[in-house]
């Protein structure tokens, strides 16, 4: 059945191996010429880095809640997004409250954990809520049905929340504690970097601890497998659904305070930005794997960070911020030309599809 | 179990939002009326003669004393018959309708303080006028344009078919008005915009220029000019770089800015732009920190400005580089979302003072519970009490009681008002559609402090 190579690689074949050695050209060329120009200091790339790493932390915890989901129900959960937001929407009145009593200053761990369990608290909600209400009448529906369900629930969500908050923009108070920072090689590293850093990793181990290790675990695994034969084993998959929607939701929550940490401001429409990002990276990862959500996250994090910079410069494109979006994105296009089901996926077998 | 689980979570969701919906910080209508009494405000103290004028800001703010030298309105005589001859129409009014003035402002989302507050300086002019002009009740509604051009299209399409409205007070950011003047200017509106700013829209020349469109707001030739004045010879700094948001504003405003700072010797290090909607500005403020600049100029909107003043006191390079904005961060909500980091920040805006303005600010906390959330509520009572001289002015009643409105005719009585005595100073407006005397002003903010200080120029500090 060996086949010669001629009648194996079709002209499309050559087509998308040309642009992606062009990009690859590109992308190679332009950063030997930024680094050729000096103009970053040394500095300026480990800050970026930095930033670029905890920015891919968030963008992880929320791919956990569309890749979680997905493994399980086959569905993309585009009401993930106002998940996102309406945790650290809440919590924004827990912690102007504290900051005006002044607990927030002198006990700034307690301080975090109750904004932390109050958003967490609120996005586990919304997710359990929207899955009840929304998904749970549709669950043998036509797939499209939820999909467009989803993207309905998700106007209904930001728009409530417009209606009960208003449509300005809130600030974080800021923790003093946070704003500490040590120098290392001449760069400040900050400690809300290394909370948001470190706070990502601890609740992707727990994550990823919950799905491997625990009996529910072991069931999700068992649902997102085979949904009948779960069941015929005596699973109980609304149970198994409930629960991953509830932790998908817990981990948005989670996101949202470590993004705010980074970006204090919240508003009505904050969650769409970061959960399309999010999104992009559990399908760079290989949509359905934890791992792979994480490992896509942080690639698209340091993408989005340092790649303007040390891609662009060079080439002497104006303003090349403005073209991180592109740069995410067109990796993306790479990846899935070369590995359709992301970087870790698993195969997608005629029932995934 | 599971499901008991859920219901508990559920139920504690709901709670946490209804509490929250429920705590006191949700409103900003807090402060009541009686706190800021009209007499804490103490009359200017700048009397006109007693200053020299600077390079850029000539003309002066108004003061009482400056003699009122308006051109005094002529109503028509009423006719027993009239049949319109105008060019663009006429709007014909029975003996019960009312004049319907629309407004297209931003009045909701991130710059929703701009446009509301322009709406408020509205809402107080007409309670001036006693809500009727020549004896035809006021009927004044609006559409919300969002601060972009897509919003103001959307606007300026359900304005546009609505063939009662004789003027627009609108809109309330440039980008706006490129999308929706198009539209307004063939439906033979008069639109008179509170806080447009950008150079083009009165630039008889640009294609962005429609007929029929005047402003009470300054033009950013003059913004652009004395933001430049103030950094170079007030700070006495000679490296700034500039950042725009890609909206017809800030690019306009920013390459003012940096013409000018090059005209009186300044470098600029960079000039980029960054996406309005990113959070994330870590990678622009990198290659702005290349160029060391003393000053980073950004004349944009938020959230993304409240965004850059969080992230350049983090970049390297960038902790002690002072931070300047505009007029469209001149809002409460700069202060609320960027917190202990706004401290320093400055913005320019036009200065209004004097007492027919304390008497205003005074009439706008009585009405609204809370002192003017941005400066373009004068603005806008200027530019609805030129629209009502001129159409004083044209409007042909007729002895059964209806009033017809010449739409050219209307226009052509805007753009000759000649020295009307506004909130703002004395103005005149031009063919172009420029009917600002704009007195360019520095403010910086302060932490939990609103509204931000004035700092330039000296002679004007009270």
Not at chain 2, 354 to 379: L, M
Not at chain 2, 418 to 426: P, Q, S
Request: proline share 6%; aromatic share 10%.
């Amino acid at each position: 059945m060996l086949r010669t190579w001629r009648q194996r690689i079709t002209l499309t074949d050559i087509f998308i191996w040309v642009i992606g050695l062009v990009i690859a050209g590109a992308v190679i060329w332009g950063t030997i010429s930024t680094l050729r120009l000096h103009l970053y200091t040394p500095s300026i790339w480990l800050d970026l880095t930095i930033k670029g790493l905890a920015l891919g932390g968030v963008y992880a915890l929320i791919a956990m809640g569309y890749t979680m989901v997905y493994g399980i129900l086959k569905m993309i959960n585009f009401a993930h997004s106002e998940v996102f937001m309406s945790g650290p929407f809440t919590a924004v009145y827990v912690a102007m409250g504290l900051a005006k009593s002044g607990m927030l200053n002198k006990q700034p761990i307690i301080s975090m954990a109750i904004i932390a369990v109050v958003s967490m608290g609120v996005s586990a909600g919304v997710a359990l809520l929207l899955e009840r209400i929304c998904y749970r009448p549709l669950r043998n529906a036509p797939r499209l049905v939820p999909l467009i369900t989803a993207i309905g629930a998700s106007f209904f969500l930001q728009y409530t929340f417009r209606g009960l908050f208003g449509s300005g923009s809130f600030g974080y108070p800021a923790i003093k504690a946070l704003q500490q920072y040590w120098t290392v090689a001449g760069t400040h590293i900050y400690k809300t970097q290394v909370v948001v850093i470190a706070g990502a990793v601890m609740m992707m181990l727990v994550l990823f601890g919950i799905v491997q290790w625990t009996k529910i675990g072991k069931a999700m695994r068992a649902v997102s497998e085979d949904k009948e034969a779960a069941e015929l084993m005596g699973i109980n998959v609304d149970r198994i659904i409930v629960f991953t929607f509830g932790l998908g939701g817990a981990s948005a929550g989670a996101a949202g305070v470590l993004y705010t940490f980074l970006f204090p401001v919240v508003n009505f429409y904050m969650g769409f930005i970061p959960s399309i990002k999010a999104f992009t990276a559990a399908v760079l990862g290989g949509i359905g794997n934890v791992p792979g959500a994480f490992l896509g996250a942080i690639i698209l994090g340091l993408l989005e960070s340092v790649g303007p910079n040390l891609f662009l410069t060079g080439l002497g494109i104006p303003s090349p911020s403005q073209l991180k979006d592109a740069i995410a994105f067109i990796v993306l296009v790479l990846i899935l030309i070369f590995r359709p089901t992301g970087i870790l996926g698993e195969r997608i077998s005629k029932d995934k599809a | 179990m599971y499901k008991r689980l859920s219901l508990v979570i559920s139920a504690l969701a709901i709670l946490g939002m209804v509490l929250a919906a429920c705590a006191p910080a949700a409103t900003a209508t807090v402060a009541p009326p009686t706190q800021v009494p009209a007499t804490a405000v103490p009359p200017t103290a700048v009397p006109p003669t007693a200053v020299a004028a600077t390079a850029v800001a000539a003309p002066e703010v108004p003061t009482a004393t400056v003699p009122p030298t308006m051109v005094p309105i002529v109503p028509q005589a009423a006719v027993a018959s009239y049949t319109c001859s105008d060019p663009i129409g006429c709007v014909k009014l029975g003996p019960t309708d009312p004049i319907h003035i629309a407004y297209l402002l931003a009045i909701s989302g991130a710059n929703a303080a701009l446009g509301t507050d322009s709406r408020n300086g509205v809402e107080i002019a007409i309670d001036d006028a006693g809500g009727q002009i020549l004896g035809h009740t006021i009927k004044f509604d609006g559409q919300d344009g969002l601060c972009s051009a897509d919003g103001g299209q959307a606007a300026g399409t359900k304005l546009a078919s609505d063939p009662t409205i004789v003027a627009v007070i609108g809109t309330s950011c440039s980008s706006e008005a490129r999308a929706a003047e198009p539209l307004l200017s063939k439906a033979g509106f008069v639109t008179i915009s509170s806080s447009n700013t950008a150079p083009d829209l009165t630039n008889l020349t640009s294609s962005n220029h429609y007929s029929g469109y005047f402003r009470t707001a300054h033009n950013d030739i003059y913004q652009g000019a004395a933001a430049a004045d103030f950094v170079y010879n007030f700070l006495g700094l000679k490296k700034a770089a500039t950042i725009h948001d890609g909206s017809l504003y800030a690019s306009s405003l920013v390459k003012v800015f940096g013409d000018d700072f090059i005209k009186l010797g300044g470098t600029i290090t960079t000039a980029t732009s960054v996406d309005p909607n990113s959070t994330d500005m870590s990678s622009v403020l990198a290659s702005v920190a290349t160029g060391t600049p003393d000053l980073i100029y950004f004349p944009i909107f938020l959230p993304a400005g409240a965004f850059i003043i969080h992230q350049a006191k983090t970049t390297p390079g960038l902790e002690n580089t002072k931070l300047m904005g505009a007029d469209g961060l001149y809002s409460p909500d700069v202060m609320n979302t960027a917190g202990a980091d706004v401290e320093g920040f400055m913005v320019s805006s036009p200065i209004v003072q004097g007492p027919a303005y304390d008497a205003f600010v005074a009439k706008y906390v009585a009405k609204f519970g809370e002192q003017p959330i941005n400066i373009f509520h004068a603005h806008a009572y200027d530019a609805f009490n030129i629209v009502m001289d001129a159409i004083e002015t044209v409007a042909v009643p007729t002895t059964d009681g209806s009033l017809y409105i010449p739409r050219q005719a209307l226009r052509d009585a805007v753009a000759a008002t000649k020295n009307f005595v506004g909130l703002t100073g004395i103005l005149t407006c031009n063919v172009d559609g420029d009917c600002a005397n704009p007195v360019i002003g520095v403010y910086e903010y302060h932490a939990g402090v609103y509204p931000p200080t004035l700092i330039w120029p000296t002679k004007y500090i009270k």
